[in-house]
């Protein structure tokens, strides 16, 4: 720490100069140490020196978006956690989740909620949703150092236009590659090991007119069939009560599903697969 | 050696002091309290954009008076210090208490470090689990730290606001009588004569720190939510003119009408 962050005391200079409104600049001058860019790292690859977060689906619905990640997280062959969160709230109104290293991702996350904040405080109004779009992937341009060792991070970003003229349209979701480029997507994405399983999901059972909770459904659908068959995905674990985690980002903002709306979905699909193994 | 004058610091002090609350008390006033439900700001400002109220964090909020630019400095400082030290540590190590006293430092030393000291008070408030929690601090123009009890009022003519805050406050108070109470004080200054004067929502700017909400707390009353709370007699009258305190005076400002003349400027 280079103390920075410690007070009482006099406001240290680069806090009271006329500055941006961009937290990660802050910290670039203040605490550049924070940055997870900046570390320095050993040569090598490191792909298996943490714990990798899987699959995350989202789709857009005619009330805004829905995002749901599975809870397993993976190093090597083995399950190191089994009830990791991996979606997130950015702020009032958009939605993040990552795949990859699990330890760069959160901070990743932690670093985006709170680049918005800053934003919006200092502004006195939040970025457009295509502003928070780019500047995630200017946050990923600058791990590219990090991501060419094996500690990849890829976040899926998604949320709620308020400047859209409907609610239909206002849904919106962003991906990104490794080197910060950015695709905005029409219906549907998902990252991580298990996307290609819950794409493929997605595009046989994908209606672009369905409202959240059916939105819920399906994107429980997908997460079910990618971890039907990718070892690092988890499906719902009803033994231990451990269902996806599932948010909505709608005109009401940003909401966590409850937890026992997503075991009653989870339950259902399940049992519906006992009859049906195909879906 | 060219001779130099000489000014004694007591001088010095004396000069920046009346400087800076001269331009200070020209401003208008804002008023800050605790009560049942959170912390509640009221400033009389004319701007809608330019705004003296503001969160700094989950359960802080920041207000101020005087001059706007130099207030605005110390608001952006605030920001980027808590959010450094909610991303460094957790959301939960931002205090109010610290954050005043890093302002403190601040004020103390441009006030004796340059020549012109900031023409700011402002307002630090802290909202706690229960309004004993809460923590209002007032800063001053020269360091100067205050921990306030329950209510507090900066800008020109203080004394009358606080008087009239101190008669009428209490912790048990819901939204609205908080906020007649702060609309009573800001009333009290300003007339004709001596006498209370109208104050309308167009000149009014609010915000609460809400005491029962989760993470961050701070939301602005605008609009109809603002309306909602004014005393009847401003709903029906559109401009706010001197006529229309004959009605404004059922309302429970009476006993200040009087007395006041001494602190007119």
Same mark, same amino acid.
């Given at each position: 720490m280079s103390g920075t962050a410690e007070f009482p005391g006099r406001i240290p200079a680069p806090y009271l100069e006329v500055g941006s409104s961009s937290f990660v600049e802050l910290l670039g001058s203040v605490a550049p140490e924070l940055l997870p860019g900046r570390r320095p790292l050993p040569p090598g690859d490191m792909g298996d020196a943490a714990p990798h977060g899987t699959t995350i689906v989202a789709l857009r619905c005619n009330e805004g978006v829905v995002m749901a990640g599975d809870r397993r997280a993976t190093q090597g062959n083995m399950i190191s956690l089994r009830d990791i969160q991996k979606v997130f709230p950015a702020d009032a109104y958009s939605?993040?989740?990552?795949?990859?290293?699990?330890?760069?991702?959160?901070?990743?996350?932690?670093?985006? $909620?709170?680049?918005?904040?800053?934003?919006? #405080?200092?502004?006195?109004?939040?970025?457009?949703?295509?502003? #928070?779009?780019?500047?995630?992937?200017n946050m990923i341009r600058g791990n590219l150092g990090i991501a060419m060792q094996g500690l990849a991070v890829l976040p899926l970003f998604a949320g709620f236009d308020t400047d859209a003229p409907d609610a239909a349209s206002a849904g919106r979701i962003f991906s990104y590659d490794v080197v910060g480029g950015i695709y905005e997507e029409r219906e549907y994405d998902a990252i991580g090991s298990g996307s290609i399983f819950a794409k493929s999901a997605l595009k046989k059972r994908f209606q672009s007119e369905v409202d959240a909770t059916e939105a819920t459904r399906l994107a429980i659908e997908a997460l079910y069939d990618a971890a039907d068959d990718d070892s690092a995905t988890g499906g719902p674990d009803l033994t231990r009560k451990l269902f996806p985690t599932v948010f909505t980002a709608t005109a009401d903002g940003a909401k966590r599903v409850p937890d026992a709306e997503i075991e009653a979905v989870s339950r259902a699909v399940v049992a519906a697969r006992l009859e049906n193994p195909g879906g | 050696m060219a001779m130099q004058f000489y000014t004694s610091p007591e001088q010095i002090m004396r000069d920046r002091s009346e400087y800076a609350r001269k331009n200070i008390s020209r401003g208008r006033n804002t008023v800050v309290l605790s009560y049942a439900g959170g912390v509640l700001f009221v400033a009389e400002n004319i701007s809608t954009t330019l705004h003296k109220i503001s969160e700094l964090?989950?359960?802080?909020?920041?207000?101020?008076?005087?001059?706007?630019?130099?207030?605005?400095?110390?608001?952006?400082?605030?920001?980027?210090?808590?959010?450094?030290?909610?991303?460094?540590?957790?959301?939960?190590?931002?205090?109010?208490?610290?954050?005043? $006293?890093a302002y403190a430092q601040t004020l103390g030393a441009i006030f004796t470090e340059q020549t012109k000291?900031?023409?700011?008070?402002?307002?630090?408030?802290?909202?706690?689990?229960?309004?004993?929690?809460?923590?209002?601090?007032?800063?001053?123009?020269?360091?100067?730290?205050?921990?306030?009890?329950?209510?507090?009022?900066?800008?020109? $003519?203080?004394? #009358?606001?606080?008087?009239?805050?101190?008669?009428?406050?209490?912790?048990?108070?819901?939204?609205?009588?908080?906020?007649?109470?702060?609309? #009573?004080?800001?009333?009290?200054?300003?007339?004709e004569n001596g006498k209370d004067r109208t104050v309308g929502a167009e000149l009014l700017e609010v915000a609460v720190l809400d005491r029962e909400r989760e993470g961050r707390v701070f939301r602005r009353i605008l609009g109809p939510a603002l309306d909602a709370l004014m005393p009847e007699s401003s709903g029906d009258a559109e401009t706010p003119d001197t006529g229309g305190s004959g009605q404004h005076s059922d309302e429970p400002s009476k006993p200040d009408a009087e007395g006041g003349e001494k602190e007119q400027p």
């Open positions: 939605l993040i989740g990552i795949a990859g290293t699990a330890g760069l991702g959160v901070e990743m996350i932690r670093l985006f $909620q709170a680049e918005l904040e800053h934003f919006e #405080k200092l502004e006195g109004n939040a970025l457009s949703l295509h502003g #928070k779009a780019n500047k995630l992937a | 964090y989950d359960r802080i909020g920041f207000a101020a008076v005087g001059r706007y630019n130099e207030f605005e400095n110390l608001r952006t400082a605030g920001v980027r210090m808590a959010d450094t030290r909610g991303y460094a540590y957790d959301r939960r190590d931002v205090k109010a208490r610290p954050l005043a $006293q000291p900031f023409e700011v008070e402002i307002c630090v408030a802290g909202v706690g689990s229960s309004p004993d929690d809460d923590e209002l601090y007032r800063l001053t123009y020269d360091g100067s730290i205050n921990d306030e009890p329950g209510y507090l009022v900066m800008g020109g $003519q203080a004394d #009358k606001l606080t008087s009239v805050l101190k008669e009428g406050h209490n912790f048990d108070l819901d939204l609205t009588g908080a906020f007649r109470l702060a609309l #009573k004080a800001l009333s009290s200054i300003g007339g």
